[in-house]
């Protein structure tokens, strides 16, 4: 079992900056990559960024370049930095932890979600 702790989500106005952190606990260390996704109403969930225990990053590409997903893997802690934030970054941001289950396979652990609202 891995339990997520976000935290840092509220109300920013464009152009402002937010950082949001997910600690986990639990079976942490097991868990690669960890990641964050965002669900805005209406819409699927998406990837947001992702980062394994080694260091390697992937950011979507309505992001890059505005935010920086970093890891501590002694803290089995994420941070997400959110730069530049637009009106269309709005959404609930979910912490995403991948646990290895056998081969391949992998079981998703999902955060309660943070709100992070920019506004115009």
């Known amino acids: 079992q891995v339990q997520l702790v976000e935290s840092g989500g509220g109300l920013v106005q464009a152009g402002g900056s937010l950082r949001l952190s997910c600690e986990a606990s639990g079976s942490a260390r097991s868990v690669n990559p960890m990641g964050w996704y965002r669900q805005a109403p209406g819409k699927q969930r998406e990837l947001v960024a992702v980062?394994?225990?080694?260091?390697?990053?992937n950011y979507a590409g309505s992001v890059k370049g505005r935010f920086t997903i970093s890891r501590i893997n002694a803290e089995n802690t994420v941070y997400l930095q959110m730069n530049s934030l637009k009106p269309e970054d709005t959404a609930v941001y979910y912490c995403?932890?991948?646990?290895?289950?056998?081969?391949?396979?992998?079981?998703?652990?999902w955060g309660q979600g943070t709100q992070v609202t920019v506004s115009s």
């Open positions: 980062c394994t225990s080694g260091g390697s990053t």
């Open positions: 995403n932890a991948k646990y290895p289950v056998w081969g391949d396979l992998q079981y998703d652990y």
